[in-house]
């Protein structure tokens, strides 16, 4: 029978968290943890309680406690000056990246820093990108102190190898400034050429007319030379790797527009500078409003930025803090608890349980002692060890794991957008008729071959069509992110929307990384028994201990007399006068073996059994039903570094016709799919942590799960919100709308493009005609792109809204 | 026809003023955080009485 737990729910005063069965009070207000209730202190004290008025419970969970020196190593000189921006007599400034900032109370707290640390000068936060400018007085504090005040508020720091690195600048200003220059030329260009539209050539008054023609050429020099260079080098870098990408006919209209309209003012006309600064100022919104969407996000992210700055080297028994790069072979290095390790290297002093699921998905984390080999990017769960390393950080496994992933890069190349398949007919059409063109009017009247044939080329480039594809994805891309997927560029839609298999990663992925769910099966325990059964699963490192430490609750912790640990069988201890074991069936002295999915935990009280829990990863909510859905339109496989103890759920999670495959490698993990590409799938790669980053490069689409988007991700074509991974068949279906909504626009600008070619063919556009038509088919387009991707934006809306919701667990 | 030309000259002046203005502001960064300069401005300075 199963004892099913009644939570009171509770919510943390500062972080809005459940506070399980045993809040802290303090002041008429419940805390779940010591660590929230200190920063609650902390802020009272300091009189800085608006934060909490300005929005209800904005703090940040506290219950992982952030070691006492963590911060230690930025004492040292040489890494200040890494991070650094500007010093003088008495200043330092300093830019600090702070992921846990979501509120205008975080926003409020970090500028009034000045209050709780006495040197600080000045905090400004810049809210988009996370970050905090800190101006202090290194005279009255340190930056470690800055640092470990921060921490100690819930806004630790995250200092990693990158920092390291120069920076490269985050917006693209100069695409701004581009647009600026572009908008100004065209407006101005548009408004002297009025008068030419209303009156053509017989303007009343020439010399006038003359003016305004010269001011015009004048003014589109900038936008000739300056703002679309980014076009031109697009095109240029294309054509040297062999590709005419769609950049090329652009250019190819600039061009021929900017020649004929030069040779037009020479010979006293009017060019065409209006329609060619309008192609330019619209394909510049389009790219600006690309990379707005897109700030903040990384999606290239190297080990650089998972490894701390620096680690500890022993040194003649002094503790040296020392940048990565600097470590040699033979140091050794202390690996505190929760610390990765940067290097690979023998463990000399300390026993290691060391947590490899960031390298290889295995959940649970791998016993080590003295002498053993312990690989880059474990990460160290329990005490302190010591290792001495045997390669330097750019030789480790993990580091060549990255670089053998880059040589994979060029795979995805050969998926050429249809747009662009479309553009290159759309060329030949082009150059075709212009041939056809000139030829008729060869035979009948070769004075109107110039003029006819650079017309065509003018009035038909493809700049209609390719707003109509770069708005679109450009909406397209900002509803998803709307909706927490962010994806990489325009090639992820489609590549999205062709997918034919999933594969899917299990842990962190398909699970919670911390959703764990326990159950308790027997006699109903009684609260004291439970907390008591609590205490002792706290006393031991092992995860399972800690998943039914932290189920039973931690507060009120009974003291536990001869705690011992038997590997790989249980822990016992007396807790008062209770003496209970809990473990394996054998630990506990029973025969019964497990018919239980997931991990099982005997427990008995002074010898006697009286139950078990059972432990099992929690699936992410909604995610049973996704899968229902889309196991009828995909096929799906499974690849988990895991082993096979839950094969049994996820095969009814899956469905019968799904592959699972336990213990993958991540060289196993990109050979599948690497398999299923020669079998002529389009895979879509749905995974977490560095054991899928080969995976996930190789794959079509690789999208990797975050707990929150602050979360560093390995490189990826896309990044999705972990909750929002239920609305996976919706975004797909978004994604194919895209293609349906870039062929109606394509097929109205085809009409324009007709329009304008009935008049270039006959040599006739005039300026006025080029002038209307561009901005109307430009507009319209926009316009229509818009309106048909918002509407498929509210069918997900709407489906997001009412999709079903099912329990945590199968 | 000379006040169009003075007109010309009066109106491009105007524009390349605000052209120059967009370029600064996006120089110094104005269009870089949407967040907080607008939620910056709502909170309200406390006499601090537990100092001081």
Same mark, same amino acid.
């Given at each position: ?35 929230? =209730? #200190? /920063? +609650?202190? *902390? ?6 309680c ?7 419970? @904005?703090?940040i ?19 200040q ?14 830019t ?5 900032i ?29 970050e ?12 470690r102190?800055?640092a470990?005040?921060?921490?100690s ?7 990693s190898?990158?920092?390291?690195k ?5 917006v693209?200003r =100069? #695409? /701004? +400034?581009? *647009?600026?220059?572009a ?8 408004l002297?050429?009025? @008068?030419?539209?209303f ?25 000739f ?9 697009s ?8 590709f ?26 009017s ?17 600006v ?13 190297d ?9 500890? /080297? ?12 600097d ?5 050794t ?7 990765l ?5 023998i ?6 349980l ?5 390298v ?31 390669k330097?950080?750019?030789?480790s ?8 992933d ?21 060329t ?22 110039w ?8 009035i ?15 909406h ?9 997927l ?6 992820s839609i ?13 842990t ?11 159950r ?7 609260p004291?028994?439970?907390m008591k ?6 006393q ?63 427990i ?12 099992r ?22 690849l ?6 839950e ?19 991540p ?10 590409q ?8 749905i ?33 999705i919100?972990?909750?929002q991974?239920?609305?996976?068949p ?17 097929l109205m ?5 007709i329009t304008g ?7 006739m ?14 507009i ?10 918002e509407?498929?934006?509210r ?8 999709a ?7 | ?14 524009a ?36 001081d």
């Open positions: 029978m199963a004892n099913t737990h009644t939570h009171t729910h509770v919510a943390c005063f500062h972080c809005g968290e459940d506070c399980n069965d045993h809040p802290i009070m303090m002041a008429e207000k419940s805390f779940c943890c010591e660590g929230c =209730k #200190l /920063v +609650y202190e *902390l802020l009272h004290q300091h009189n800085l608006e934060y909490y008025d300005l929005n209800a419970k @904005p703090g969970n506290q219950r992982i406690v952030v070691r006492q020196d963590k911060f230690a190593f930025l004492d040292d000189e040489k890494i000056q890494h991070l650094i921006q500007f010093r003088d007599e008495d200043q330092i400034h300093i600090l990246y702070l992921p846990q979501h509120c205008s109370s975080c926003l409020w707290l970090l500028e009034n820093l000045h209050k709780l640390e006495t040197g600080v000068q000045r905090v400004t936060v810049n809210f988009t990108r996370k905090a400018k800190i101006i202090y007085n290194y005279r009255e504090t340190t930056l102190r800055v470990e005040v921060l921490t508020i819930g806004y630790e720091p995250y200092i190898l990158n920092d390291m120069e920076k490269k600048p985050r693209q =100069k #695409l /701004v +400034y581009q *647009l600026g220059v908008g100004f030329c065209f407006g101005n260009i548009m002297l050429s009025f @008068p030419e539209y009156t053509g050539n017989n303007h009343s008054d020439a010399s006038m007319n003359r003016m305004f023609q010269y001011m015009n050429l004048v003014l589109a020099l900038p936008v030379f300056y703002s679309a260079q980014a076009f031109y080098k095109a240029w870098s294309g054509l040297k790797h062999g005419l990408n769609i950049d090329v006919p652009i250019v190819l209209a600039i061009l021929v527009t900017f020649i004929r309209s030069l040779a037009e003012v020479a010979a006293g006309h060019g065409y500078f209006d329609s060619m600064t309008g192609i330019v100022f619209f394909m510049l919104i389009g790219r409003l690309q990379e707005k969407t897109y700030q903040g996000l990384s999606f290239d992210r080990y650089t930025s998972y490894f701390p700055i620096a680690v500890s /080297v022993i040194k003649d028994g002094n503790e040296v803090p020392t940048t990565l790069p470590i040699k072979t033979n140091d290095l202390l690996i505190h608890h929760q610390e390790i940067p290097a690979d290297g463990i000399s002093r300390g026993s290691a060391i947590d490899y699921s960031f290889t998905g295995e959940a649970a984390p791998v016993k080590k002692s003295v002498g053993e080999i312990v690989y880059a990017g474990g990460r160290q769960v329990g005490g302190n060890i010591e290792i001495l390393t045997i330097e950080v750019a030789q496994y993990l580091t060549s794991l990255w670089n053998r880059e040589l994979k890069d060029s795979g995805k190349q050969t998926n050429v957008s249809f747009v662009h398949l479309l553009s290159q007919y759309f030949w059409v082009v150059l075709l008729i212009a041939v056809i063109t000139a030829a008729v009017w060869t035979v009948k009247d070769p004075s109107r071959i003029p006819s044939v650079t017309a065509i080329l003018i038909a480039c493809p700049c209609a069509l390719l707003l109509a594809s770069s708005f679109t994805n450009g397209i891309l900002r509803i998803l992110s709307r909706h927490k962010y994806l990489r560029n325009a090639q489609e590549n999205l929307a062709n997918t034919t298999h999933i594969v899917f990663d299990k962190g992925t398909l699970t919670g990384k911390a959703g764990t769910e326990v308790f099966f027997g006699d109903p325990l009684t004291t028994q439970e059964i609590g205490s002792l699963a706290a031991s490192l092992h995860p399972l201990s800690a998943a039914i430490s932290n189920y039973c609750g931690v507060a009120n912790n009974y003291a536990v007399r001869d705690f011992r640990e038997f590997e790989g069988k249980g822990i016992c201890g007396w807790i008062d006068d209770l003496f209970i074991r809990m473990g394996s069936a054998e630990f506990i002295g029973i025969k019964q073996k497990t018919a239980q999915d997931g991990s099982t935990v005997f008995s009280i002074n010898e006697k059994p009286i139950g078990l829990f059972t432990i990863n929690g699936y992410r909510p909604g995610i049973r039903s996704m899968l229902e859905h889309v196991r009828d339109h995909y096929d799906l496989s499974v988990s570094g895991d082993n096979t103890r094969a049994g759920s996820l095969r009814i999670l899956m469905g019968a016709n799904a592959t699972l495959r336990f213990e993958q490698k060289a196993d993990k990109l050979d599948y799919i690497i398999k299923l020669g079998k002529g799938e389009k895979v879509l790669m995974g977490d942590g560095l054991n899928d980053a080969g995976a996930l490069k190789q794959s079509d689409t690789g999208i990797s799960v975050a707990e929150s988007t602050n979360n560093f991700t390995p490189a990826s074509d896309g990044i919100e972990a909750e991974l239920k609305l996976l919706s975004f797909i279906r978004l994604c194919k709308s895209n293609r349906h909504i870039v062929i109606i626009s394509f600008s085809l009409a324009y493009n070619l009935y008049f270039a063919v006959q040599g556009l005039s300026p006025l005609i080029a002038a209307i038509l561009m901005p109307a088919s430009s319209s387009i926009i316009l229509l792109t818009y309106s048909m991707s509407l498929s934006g069918r997900l809306a709407a489906s997001a809204t009412t079903i919701p099912d329990k945590n667990h199968v | 026809m000379g006040v169009i030309i003075l007109l010309l000259g009066a109106s491009l002046t105007v390349l003023g605000f052209l120059a203005a967009f370029i600064w502001s996006v120089k110094h960064g104005q269009f870089e955080d949407d967040f907080s300069p607008a939620h910056r401005m709502l909170f309200e300075d406390k006499v601090d009485n537990s100092k």
